[in-house]
């Protein structure tokens, strides 16, 4: 098993960055694939970006492609989330999830066996 924690979340004005970071801890950090997602409210939980256990391959959902960057440092058992150019709109609390094997990166909430308690990330006009 893994457990995950979030942090990094907050208060963004429209245009600006913000970094997640997620801490993982139980068994070893780099036979896991890792995903970020994200809930809106009233919303169905989506993908924003996921990444191999190397950190090789990466995958991003069309909406944040050339904004958002997902990085892993498997030293550190972290994996981050560089958000720029934040529109209010993607006003969420924010997920990371990780699954194992070697099966591809998924888009699909379900395909992740574990998950962080979320972060907010709030983005203001």
């Known amino acids: 098993q893994v457990q995950l924690v979030e942090s990094g979340g907050g208060l963004v004005q429209a245009g600006g960055s913000l970094r997640l970071s997620c801490a993982a801890s139980?068994?070893?950090?780099?036979?896991?694939?890792m995903g970020w997602f994200r809930q809106a409210p009233g919303q169905e939980r989506e993908f924003v970006a996921a990444i191999n256990q190397s950190g090789a391959t990466t995958r991003y959902t069309d909406t944040v492609k050339g904004r958002f960057t997902i990085s892993r440092d498997n030293a550190k058992n972290t994996v981050y989330l560089q958000m720029n150019t934040l529109k209010p709109e993607e006003t969420a609390v924010y997920y990371c999830?990780?699954?194992?094997?070697?099966?591809?990166?998924?888009?699909?909430?379900?395909?992740?066996?574990?998950w962080g308690q979320g972060a907010q990330v709030t983005g203001s006009s």
């Open positions: 999830a990780a699954v194992g094997g070697i099966s591809g990166l998924s888009v699909i909430p379900s395909s992740y066996d574990y």
């Open positions: 139980g068994r070893t950090f780099n036979y896991y694939r």
